[in-house]
Nanobody, 126 residues
């Protein structure tokens, strides 16, 4: 199994940038597909981005396409979420999630992931 820890959240103004990190430990990280999800107060947890275990395939939610980019460094056992041009509606707790997966596999469904981090708060003021 794998343990996940998010970092990099904070309070920023609209239009600014943050980079979130998801650090993994406990297993061979390159065997896992990873997703980022977010949850605003009173809302369902929603898909943000996902990346396959090798990093050759990635998917982003329509709401963040062109602003957010997911990437990974398997040598460091980390996945990143680069967030540019942040908006107030991006305010949420951001979670990374992982699942042991086949080549090229990724998912935008919460149910597709087995392991979850504790989350990191992102607050964007307008």
């Amino acid at each position: 199994q794998v343990q996940l820890a998010e970092s990099g959240g904070g309070l920023v103004q609209a239009g600014e940038t943050l980079r979130l990190s998801c650090a993994a430990s406990g297993d061979i990280f390159s065997s896992y597909a990873v997703g980022w999800f977010r949850q605003a107060p009173g809302e369902e947890r929603e898909f943000v981005a996902a990346i396959s275990r090798s990093g050759t395939a990635a998917k982003h939610a329509n709401s963040v396409t062109g602003r957010f980019t997911i990437s990974r460094d398997n040598a460091k056992s980390k996945v990143y979420l680069q967030m540019n041009s942040l908006k107030s509606e991006d305010t949420a707790v951001y979670f990374c999630a992982a699942v042991k997966a086949g080549v090229g596999w990724l998912s935008s469904s919460r149910q597709g992931y087995t392991y979850w981090g504790q989350g990191t708060q992102v607050t964007v003021s307008s």
